[in-house]
């Protein structure tokens, strides 16, 4: 059973930093995508960053939506099941709830990332609890 969990969320000023932490454990999937989410109250989740793997020697492909670009990294490893998101340069906007959401990787969610694109949330079966982040002026 595929278990994800995220964790680092918190609540910092404008301009400050913080790193998600996305735990993924019950692997079975050799080649697999995961992103990162956001959403606030009465408005959709959206994407803002993924990066895959395929195993040893892989050079894993990482994309952001524009917001995130400079601001965020997403990085992890992949062996011991962990990614983070790290960011920085918060603004307002940054606040909402973070989901940490795995699949494996398709050929479709390989078409998105061969665009640049994150696959989107509905491409995604296994899904954290989400974590909240607060940025405050």
Not at 33 to 50: H, L, Y
Not at 89 to 110: P, Q
Request: proline share 2%.
């Amino acid at each position: 059973q595929v278990k994800v969990v995220e964790s680092g969320g918190g609540a910092v000023e404008v301009g400050g930093s913080l790193t998600l932490s996305c735990r993924i454990s019950g692997y079975t999937f050799s080649s697999y995508c995961v992103a990162w989410f956001r959403q606030v109250p009465g408005k959709e989740r959206e994407a803002v960053s993924s990066i895959d793997s395929a195993g040893v020697g892989y050079v894993n492909r990482t994309t952001y939506t524009e917001s995130a670009k400079g601001r965020f990294t997403i990085s992890g490893d992949s062996a011991k099941g962990i990614r983070y998101l790290e960011l920085t340069s918060l603004r307002l906007e940054d606040t909402a709830m973070y989901y940490c959401a795995t699949d494996r990787l398709t050929i479709g969610k390989d078409r998105h990332l061969g665009r640049g694109a994150i696959p989107p949330a509905s491409d995604f079966a296994f899904w954290g609890q989400r974590t909240q982040v607060t940025v405050s002026s």
